[in-house]
C-alpha cells in the first residue's frame, strides 16, 4: 500500500475493529474475576481455559491491533476466536447471531493481508 489514503484507512480499521472487540473482551475478564465461568469447551480444554483463550484473542490481540504491533500475528487468534464463536458457539442460531462473529473475522482477514499499515507502532520500532 503507496498512498497516505491506504495507511490512514488501516488505522482507522485497526482502532474500530481493535475497540469494538475490546467491548467483548472486556467483559469476560469480569467474569471470569467473578468465578462466573459458563462458557463453551469447543477443543475439550475445559470452559475456564476457552474462556482465558477468548479473553487473550479478544483483550489482549485486540490492544496489539489498535497499538499496531505485530498486527497480523494478533488477527489469527481473533479469527479462530470469531470463526469459533459462529460456527460452534452460534451454530443453532440463526444467521443474524453468527453474522457479527463472521464480520470481524473479514475484517481481520483484511488486516492478516494487509498488515498494520505505516500508521503502526511496528513501523516506527523498524525504522529506528
Keep these: 500500500m503507496k498512498g497516505i489514503e491506504n495507511h490512514l484507512v ?6 474500530g475493529a481493535g475497540g469494538m472487540m475490546l467491548t467483548h ?3 469476560k475478564i469480569e467474569r471470569i474475576m467473578a468465578d462466573e465461568v459458563k462458557f463453551a469447551d469447543p477443543f475439550g480444554l475445559g470452559p475456564t481455559f476457552s474462556l482465558a483463550l477468548a479473553i487473550f484473542a479478544e483483550v489482549i490481540c485486540s490492544a496489539l491491533i489498535i497499538l499496531g504491533i505485530k498486527v ?3 488477527t489469527i487468534p481473533l479469527m479462530i476466536t470469531m470463526l469459533t464463536a ?15 462473529p463472521l ?10 493481508a494487509f498488515g498494520g499499515g505505516k500508521y503502526s507502532l511496528d513501523t516506527i520500532f523498524k525504522k529506528k
Design 10 to 15: 488501516l488505522l482507522i480499521i485497526r482502532l
Design 86 to 100: 459462529a460456527f460452534y458457539a452460534h451454530w443453532d442460531d440463526p444467521f443474524g447471531r453468527k453474522e457479527l
Design 25 to 27: 473482551g472486556i467483559p
Design 103 to 112: 464480520l470481524y473475522c473479514l475484517v481481520f482477514l483484511g488486516l492478516l
Design 72 to 74: 497480523r500475528l494478533a
